[in-house]
T-cell receptor, first 114, second 113 residues
């Protein structure tokens, strides 16, 4: 299976700053996703992409944006960080090659907005 | 649209005891069903899945789940838990033919010695 890496693993920032979280996968999977994980809410979908130049909003997309200029990367940008965006962020890709729709997750980025 | 309800937010259990983590879903279309596990400071990883065929599916580490279409449930069970099973478990659904996955809120399993 492809490797998926997220960076940084931990980030502290101040309110109002722009922050970009990186996500990189190694096997050119088309379908990639960004989630945030908060206690009591499980994983909530922020944005997703089905291929280069294709991006779509998820259920909690306000204040976030993504871009997909190549297959391997889907960076998540917080335009103006807010304390409500303190969370753990996970990137995932969907393995369709075995037609089993399994999502593979990165190790996560813990973001604190002070 | 789909939704997933995990009925217990936390489940404490003693080592070697049986455990059941409950999951109910709703969907107007047919779905695939999954359980993912998250160990501390890690991302989620697939534990087991139901796509079609036998309604009882098993993982390599002794967990099993049964798809019950009439009750729209996919409960996760293990007859004897270990300390190392301590983790958060997420039930998830994905519409057949679709790419998005809907996750439940998670159940935190604590296994005590």
């Amino acid at each position: 299976d492809a490797e998926i890496t997220q960076s940084p693993r931990h980030k502290i920032t101040e309110t109002g700053r722009q922050v970009t979280l990186a996500c990189h996968q190694t096997w050119n999977h088309n379908n990639m996703f960004w989630y945030r994980q908060d206690l009591g809410h499980g994983l909530r979908l922020i944005h997703y992409s089905y291929g280069v130049q294709d991006t779509n909003k998820g259920e909690v997309s306000d204040g976030y944006s993504v871009s997909r200029s190549n297959t391997e990367d889907l960076p998540l940008t917080l335009e103006s960080a807010a304390s409500s965006q303190t969370s753990v962020y996970f990137c995932a890709y969907l393995n369709m090659r075995r037609r089993t729709v399994i999502q593979y997750f990165g190790a996560g980025t813990r973001l604190s907005v002070l | 649209a789909q939704s997933v309800t995990q009925l217990d937010s936390q489940v404490p259990v003693f080592e070697e005891a049986p455990v059941e983590l409950r999951c109910n879903y709703s969907s107007s279309v047919s779905v695939y069903l999954f359980w993912y596990v998250q160990y501390p400071n890690q991302g989620l990883q697939l534990l087991l899945k139901y796509l079609s065929g036998s309604t009882l599916v098993e993982s390599i580490n002794g967990f099993e789940a049964e798809f019950n279409k009439s009750q729209t449930s996919f409960h996760l069970r293990k007859p004897s838990v270990h300390i190392s099973d301590t983790a958060e478990y997420f039930c998830a659904v994905s519409p057949t033919g679709g790419f998005k996955t809907i996750f439940g809120a998670g159940t935190r399993l604590f296994v005590k010695a």
